[in-house]
C-alpha cells in the first residue's frame, strides 16, 4: 500500500475508499462508499452485514476491540478527508470555494 502523501490527487479520487457505520437496531452495519467520478459526491460500493450486539459478556469483549477499530479507522479516514481537502483547495482554490458556497446552500 502507498502512503496518503505518496499518491497523486487524481490517483487519490480515484482509488480511496471511505467507510461510514449505520446503526439498524440494536447492531451497525458497515458501509464502503468512494468519490463518484462525474459528481462532488460519494457512491455506495459495498454494503456489510449488519452486527448484532452480544447476549453475553465473552461475546462483549471481541464486540468491543471491533468498535475500537472502527473507530481507530474513523479517526484516521477523517484525518485522509481532511488532508485530501488541503489539497484539493491547493489545486483548484477557485473550484474548490465553489464547491464549500454549494455545499453550505443545501
Not at 10 to 30: H, L, T, V
Not at 50 to 55: D, E, M, T
Not at 63 to 87: D, T, W
Request: proline share 5%; aromatic share 10%; hydrophobic share 35%.
Amino acid at each position: 500500500r502507498r502512503r496518503i502523501r505518496e499518491i497523486k490527487s487524481d490517483d487519490f479520487k480515484n482509488e480511496a475508499r471511505f467507510f461510514s457505520i449505520y446503526s439498524p437496531g440494536r447492531g451497525f452495519k458497515a458501509m464502503g462508499l468512494r468519490h463518484c467520478p462525474a459528481s462532488q459526491h460519494v457512491m455506495l460500493t459495498h454494503s456489510y452485514p449488519a452486527f448484532i450486539l452480544p447476549s453475553n459478556e465473552e461475546g462483549w469483549k471481541y464486540q468491543l476491540q471491533g468498535l475500537v477499530h472502527l473507530l481507530q479507522i474513523r479517526r484516521c479516514m477523517k484525518e485522509i478527508i481532511s488532508q485530501y481537502v488541503e489539497a484539493l483547495a491547493e489545486s483548484d482554490p477557485e473550484r474548490f470555494e465553489t464547491t464549500v458556497e454549494a455545499a453550505r446552500k443545501k
